[in-house]
C-alpha cells in the first residue's frame, strides 16, 4: 500500500494527476470528435455525390485503419505538417507540438469518426412527417434544426454515445506511446522504476473500470433526463 | 514508398496469424463464456458477467501489459510450464487478445441464445430429441445466424486491435510501419501503404461476413 502513498515516496499523487490527464484527454478527443461530427454528419446526409464520398470516405479509413497507426501518423507527421503550413506563412523556425494536442487530435478524428455513424443514424431515424410540418408551421430552417431536429436527436443518439465515449476512453491509453504522461504512461514509468508491473498495470485497469463505471452512472442520469415524456 | 511494400506485406502475415489464432481461441472462450452467463447458479452468472465487465470495461493495452510484464514477476508463475508460453511475446499478445475478444464474443452470442424464440426448444423437446442435441443442433446454428453481423464488427475490431501487438515487441504490420517511419521520416506516404492493407483487409472481413450472412439468412 505504501507504493501508492502521497508524496515523495509513493506514486499515488503521480497516479492521479495521470488520471485527471486521461480524463482530460477524453474529454478533449470527445469535443474535437464532436466538432468533426458537425462537419462530416451532414457530408454523409448529403445529396451531392461528391460531398457523400468525401463524408463516406472519412468514417470508413478511420474505422478501419488501427488507432495506434493514426496515432503514429500525427506523432510523427504532426509537427511536420504544421512546420510546413508555418512556411507558407514565411515562419521558418522548428515547431514542437504539444503531445497532449497531437493525442487528443488524434484520438478526436477517431473518436469523431465514430460520432458520426451515431449522429447520421439517429438522424436518419427521425420521422419524415417533423420536416413536413416545420415547413407547414413555416419554421426556419435554423429554427427547425436546433428546436425540432436537436433534441429527438439527442434522445436517440445518447446511448450510442455512451459507447463512443467508452472507446475513445479506452484508445486515450494508446497516446502513452508518444509520452504524455496519462495513467498508462505513468503506470510504465512507475513500473520501471519499483519493479513491480503486475501491482501498476492492475491498479491502471482499476483506474480505467472505475472511469467507466462512474462515467456510465454519469450518462444514465443524462439519458433519463432526455427521454422525459417517452 | 515501393521498398517498404515488401516489408510491410510480410508483416501482414504477422498480423494475420495473430488475428486468427485469436479469434480461434475466443470463440472458444467466448463460447464458455455465454453458456456460463445464462447458467442459473447466480456465482457462475456473476463470474462470467465480472469476466465480460472487466475486459470489456479496461483497455487492450493495459491487458496486454499485465499478461506480458505483469505476470513475469511472480515468482512462481516462472517455475511452472507454463512459463514456457508466458516468455514469449507471441503468445502472450495472442492470450491477451483471445481473452479480451472472448469477453466481447460472450456478450455476442449470450444476446443471440437469448433471442432464440422458446417454441424451437419446446418443438425439439415435443419431438423427444435429447437437450445435448436440441443444443447442438437447434440453439448453435440459430445463434451463430443470429450474431453474424455482431461478430463481423468484432472481427474487424480484433484486427485493429492486433496493432497493438507492436508494444510487446512483436514486428506485426503497425510495428514495421512505426520502424519505417522512425527510420525514414515519412509518416504520411508509410500510413497511406500501412492503412491501404488494412482497409484491403476489412473489405475482405467485411464482403465475407456478408456473404456468410446471405448464405445463413432466413431468406
Not at chain 1, 151 to 157: I, S, T
Not at chain 2, 44 to 63: H, M
Not at chain 2, 141 to 168: C, D, F, W
Amino acid at each position: 500500500m505504501e507504493l501508492l502513498s502521497f508524496g515523495d515516496t509513493g506514486w499515488g499523487d503521480e497516479l492521479f494527476y495521470a488520471t485527471l490527464m486521461t480524463i482530460a484527454v477524453s474529454i478533449t478527443a470527445m469535443l474535437i470528435g464532436f466538432l468533426f461530427a458537425l462537419i462530416f454528419t451532414p457530408l454523409k446526409l448529403s445529396k451531392n455525390k461528391f460531398f457523400n464520398f468525401i463524408g463516406n470516405s472519412y468514417t470508413t479509413v478511420i474505422r478501419g485503419v488501427p488507432e495506434l497507426l493514426v496515432i503514429y501518423l500525427f506523432f510523427f507527421g504532426g509537427s511536420g505538417a504544421v512546420m510546413y503550413v508555418a512556411s507558407i506563412f514565411g515562419y521558418n523556425e522548428y515547431i514542437e507540438i504539444n503531445a497532449f494536442i497531437t493525442g487528443s487530435f488524434a484520438i478526436g478524428i477517431i473518436s469523431g469518426a465514430y460520432s458520426t455513424e451515431v449522429f447520421r443514424g439517429a438522424i436518419q431515424s427521425i420521422d419524415k412527417g417533423q420536416f413536413e410540418a416545420s415547413q407547414v408551421l413555416g419554421l426556419k430552417r435554423f429554427v427547425y434544426f436546433f428546436r425540432v431536429i436537436m433534441p429527438q436527436m439527442l434522445r436517440l443518439a445518447i446511448p450510442n454515445l455512451s459507447n463512443v465515449w467508452q472507446i475513445t476512453l479506452k484508445d486515450t491509453s494508446l497516446i502513452s506511446v508518444t509520452g504524455l504522461v496519462e495513467i498508462m504512461r505513468q503506470s510504465y514509468i512507475a513500473a520501471g522504476s519499483t519493479r513491480d508491473p503486475l501491482f501498476f498495470y492492475s491498479f491502471a485497469a482499476v483506474l480505467y473500470l472505475l472511469l467507466t463505471f462512474l462515467s456510465m452512472k454519469l450518462i444514465n442520469r443524462l439519458e433519463i433526463k432526455y427521454s422525459r415524456g417517452f | 514508398m515501393i521498398t517498404s511494400f515488401p516489408k510491410l506485406l510480410s508483416a501482414t502475415v504477422v498480423t494475420l496469424k495473430l488475428l486468427s489464432l485469436s479469434l480461434f481461441f475466443g470463440l472458444f472462450i467466448g463460447l464458455l463464456f455465454a453458456i456460463l452467463r445464462l447458467n442459473k447458479n447466480i456465482f457462475i452468472n456473476k463470474f462470467a458477467y465480472g469476466y465480460s465487465y472487466v475486459f470489456r470495461g479496461t483497455p487492450l493495452l493495459v491487458q496486454i501489459f499485465i499478461i506480458y510484464f505483469g505476470l513475469g514477476q511472480i515468482e512462481y508463475f516462472r517455475s511452472t510450464f507454463l512459463w514456457v508460453i508466458f516468455k514469449e511475446p507471441y503468445w502472450c499478445a495472442i492470450i491477451a487478445f483471445a481473452l479480451n475478444t472472448g469477453a466481447y464474443t460472450s456478450e455476442i452470442l449470450r444476446s443471440a441464445f437469448q433471442t432464440i424464440k422458446p417454441g424451437f426448444i419446446e418443438a425439439g423437446k415435443s419431438l423427444g430429441i435429447s437437450n445435448k442435441i436440441i443444443f447442438y443442433k437447434i440453439q448453435i446454428p440459430i445463434a451463430i445466424r443470429q450474431s453474424l453481423p455482431a461478430y463481423g464488427n468484432e472481427i474487424i475490431l480484433m484486427l485493429k486491435g492486433t496493432s497493438l501487438a507492436s508494444t510487446v515487441t512483436l514486428m506485426d504490420l503497425t510495428g514495421v510501419a512505426k520502424y519505417i517511419i522512425s527510420t525514414t521520416f515519412k509518416p504520411i506516404e508509410v500510413f497511406i501503404v500501412a492503412g491501404s492493407i488494412y482497409l484491403f483487409m476489412t473489405f475482405v472481413i467485411h464482403n465475407l461476413i456478408k456473404f456468410l450472412e446471405k448464405k445463413y439468412g432466413y431468406s
